[in-house]
């Protein structure tokens, strides 16, 4: 059971919008900077929001991120064939005093 | 470039310890937290713990202290994750990550698998 709670999976359509939440509590996503990371299959996680909306170096604009309260969304739009992995979320928990991610959520693209 | 490095895989028996290594570089190996994400075979990602490779402090998981043991060699800039009293639910591939600011992971291992069967 994670701490942070995603909906197992998600579709949608090449060029279509689909959003991600993710949803936790006071002690974490409500006090501190939430974080995606997408895992495309066999692969590592890789970085893709950081600081509840900000992107790294290299990736699209097609990707954001943002939160309100306890929870926070990744938005994806024009999805395309590529965006099809899984995504996590992830933030500091201060009552744990450690990181707590999201079961993940797996991205079909259709 | 930055590079995390981990060792390979490992086959362990049930009651063994395992040791998992990160060689870090392409940057400053003292000025940056070195955190470590376990994930089991199709289930999510799991945080273990970070060590402070300037201080050697360390900080774990509550589910895995008094089994788990990170520590560095900051004279060939690596760490190493020790795990003890493995049992099945131990088999998962072994990541370590480096930390930015506000606990953000910026760059990953490839990840070690680690086996543990009898």
């Known amino acids: 059971q994670s701490v942070l709670t995603q909906a197992p999976s998600a579709s949608g359509t090449p060029g279509q919008r689909v959003t991600i939440s993710c949803s936790g509590s006071?002690?974490?996503?409500?006090?501190?900077?939430v974080h995606w990371y997408q895992q495309l299959p066999g692969t590592a996680p890789k970085l893709l929001i950081y600081?509840?909306?900000r992107r790294p170096s290299g990736v699209p604009d097609r990707f954001s991120g943002s939160k309100s309260g306890t929870s926070a969304s990744l938005a994806i739009s024009g999805l395309q064939s590529e965006d099809e992995a899984d995504y996590y979320c992830?933030?500091?928990?201060?009552?744990?005093?450690?990181?707590?991610f999201g079961g993940g959520t797996k991205l079909t693209v259709l | 470039q930055v590079q995390l490095v981990q060792s390979g895989a490992e086959v362990k028996k049930p009651g063994a310890s395992v040791k998992v290594s990160c060689k870090a570089s392409?940057?400053?190996?003292?000025?940056?937290?070195i955190h470590w994400v376990r994930q089991a075979p199709g289930q999510g990602l799991e945080w273990m713990g970070w060590?402070?490779?300037?201080?050697?402090?360390?900080n774990y998981a509550q589910k895995f202290q008094g089994r788990v043991t990170v520590t560095r060699d900051t004279s060939i800039n690596t760490d190493y994750l020790e795990l003890s009293r493995l049992t099945s639910d131990d088999t998962a591939v072994y990541y370590c990550?480096?930390?930015?600011?506000?606990?953000?992971?910026?760059?990953w291992g490839q990840g070690a698998l680690v086996t543990v069967s009898s």
């Open positions: 992830a933030a500091w928990d201060d009552s744990l005093s450690g990181v707590v």
């Open positions: 600081s509840n909306n």
């Open positions: 006071s002690s974490n996503i409500g006090n501190n900077k």
């Open positions: 392409g940057y400053t190996f003292n000025a940056y937290y």
């Open positions: 990550a480096r930390e930015q600011t506000d606990y953000y992971f910026d760059y």
């Open positions: 060590i402070n490779p300037n201080s050697g402090d360390t």
